[in-house]
């Protein structure tokens, strides 16, 4: 269903790109200057990462502090990338390119479509649409400071957790599923106040795989059916009800 | 020193990015990474929902997102679609923060 595919990533796309705004206005009233603040949008474009890199030099550390919190908290595209990978079957430009936006939701809308096609169209269209609107909205909070309103105000923070919902929903109706899903809600969880922010999600997600695969390993006897390979290919599960 | 800072952090954040596209396509083939590669979309979502609505910075919050996020459950219950279920999570917490 391409033309929901389109409207689902542009969706997400706006919610996720508008929060572009409150990183512009905390980098320049964090001691950036505009141009910094456009150039982490652009050449760093990993929102965690940036708001780490900003809220050290805020604090007050070194920017070279600041580059391997955000670089650290950036380890998570790594496995990102891999699990795209087989999914997006990026070459050459293609991937030199594509490389630059995977983030979180574009990695999210891409795994949670039925075929590869439909994948590839919600990783582009989630990706550039936030990258355009991020930047464009880290200028525009960057000069506007905090004069521009706070994007919680209109739900957007919620919003985005909706849609990791709605994304995660179709995939639960197979029990390693479930419990690899709940495992990592819960890991990520209790990790929040001992560990650097963005580091509970990556870890989260780690021991939850390790969880999902001790599951499957007693039962040898159970070979993967050839749908089950098929969907495997293209890093997918279930379809949507 | 701080554009030495963003320098750094761009090519570092970048490579890991490049970096995960690029494992070859044999290890991709084996039928360990194709278990791992089918578990990791729920293991990332789930914990990416946890964070995204329960965590302020290192503090565990509750706050109108788990509204929305309950609004959401409900909405996917009713089998509503996608942006229905986006817009009625954003609708719910910021009606809840208006009050």
């Given at each position: 269903?391409?033309?929901?595919?389109?409207?689902d990533?542009?969706?997400?796309?706006?919610a996720?790109?508008a929060?572009?705004?409150s990183f512009?206005?905390?980098?320049t009233?964090?001691?950036?200057?505009?141009w910094?603040a456009?150039?982490?949008?652009?050449?760093?474009?990993?929102?965690?990462?940036?708001?780490?890199?900003?809220?050290?030099?805020?604090?007050?550390?070194a920017?070279?502090a600041?580059?391997?919190?955000?670089?650290l908290?950036?380890?998570?595209?790594?496995f990102?990338?891999?699990?795209?990978?087989p999914?997006?079957r990026l070459?050459g430009?293609?991937?030199?390119?594509?490389?630059?936006i995977?983030?979180?939701?574009?990695?999210?809308m891409?795994?949670g479509q039925?075929?590869?096609?439909?994948?590839?169209?919600?990783f582009?269209?989630t990706g550039w649409?936030?990258?355009?609107?991020?930047?464009?909205?880290?200028l525009?909070?960057a000069?506007a400071?905090?004069?521009?309103?706070?994007?919680?105000t209109?739900?957007?923070?919620?919003?985005?957790?909706?849609?990791?919902?709605?994304?995660?929903?179709p995939?639960?109706?197979?029990?390693?599923q479930?419990v690899?899903a709940v495992?990592?809600a819960?890991?990520?969880?209790?990790?929040?106040?001992?560990?650097?922010a963005g580091?509970?999600?990556?870890?989260?997600?780690?021991?939850?795989?390790?969880v999902?695969?001790?599951?499957?390993?007693?039962?040898?006897?159970?070979?993967?059916?050839?749908?089950?390979?098929?969907?495997?290919?293209v890093?997918?599960?279930?379809?949507?009800? | 020193?701080?554009?030495?800072?963003?320098?750094?952090t761009?090519?570092?954040?970048?490579?890991?990015?490049?970096?995960?596209?690029?494992?070859?396509?044999?290890?991709?083939?084996?039928p360990?990474?194709?278990?791992?590669?089918?578990?990791?979309?729920?293991?990332?979502l789930?914990?990416?929902?946890a964070?995204?609505v329960?965590?302020?910075?290192q503090?565990?919050?509750?706050d109108?997102?788990?509204?929305?996020?309950?609004?959401?459950v409900?909405l996917?219950?009713l089998?509503?679609?996608?942006?229905v279920v986006?817009?009625?999570?954003?609708?719910?917490a910021?009606?809840?923060?208006?009050?």
């Amino acid at each position: 269903m391409p033309r929901s595919v389109v409207a689902d990533s542009l969706g997400v796309g706006v919610a996720t790109g508008a929060y572009g705004v409150s990183f512009g206005a905390l980098a320049t009233t964090s001691g950036l200057d505009v141009w910094q603040a456009c150039a982490l949008s652009l050449l760093v474009f990993t929102g965690a990462s940036q708001f780490a890199f900003v809220g050290v030099i805020a604090a007050g550390g070194a920017p070279l502090a600041g580059a391997a919190t955000s670089i650290l908290l950036g380890s998570r595209n790594l496995f990102y990338g891999i699990g795209l990978a087989p999914v997006l079957r990026l070459r050459g430009w293609r991937r030199v390119v594509g490389a630059q936006i995977v983030i979180d939701e574009s990695t999210a809308m891409a795994l949670g479509q039925r075929d590869r096609d439909d994948a590839r169209l919600a990783f582009r269209l989630t990706g550039w649409s936030i990258f355009v609107l991020w930047n464009l909205m880290t200028l525009a909070g960057a000069l506007a400071g905090t004069a521009i309103g706070d994007p919680r105000t209109f739900g957007l923070d919620a919003a985005v957790g909706g849609a990791f919902l709605a994304l995660l929903w179709p995939r639960l109706t197979a029990v390693p599923q479930r419990v690899v899903a709940v495992v990592g809600a819960a890991v990520a969880t209790g990790l929040v106040p001992f560990t650097a922010a963005g580091l509970p999600i990556i870890l989260g997600g780690a021991v939850a795989v390790c969880v999902g695969l001790l599951l499957r390993a007693p039962d040898a006897s159970h070979r993967a059916t050839p749908a089950e390979r098929a969907e495997g290919q293209v890093g997918r599960k279930e379809e949507r009800p | 020193m701080i554009w030495v800072g963003i320098i750094v952090t761009a090519v570092g954040c970048y490579a890991l990015k490049l970096g995960g596209l690029s494992v070859p396509d044999r290890v991709l083939t084996r039928p360990l990474t194709q278990r791992v590669a089918l578990l990791i979309p729920p293991a990332l979502l789930g914990a990416l929902i946890a964070v995204q609505v329960l965590a302020d910075g290192q503090r565990l919050v509750i706050d109108a997102r788990l509204a929305g996020l309950g609004a959401a459950v409900v909405l996917l219950l009713l089998r509503a679609p996608f942006l229905v279920v986006v817009a009625g999570a954003a609708l719910t917490a910021a009606v809840l923060r208006l009050l």
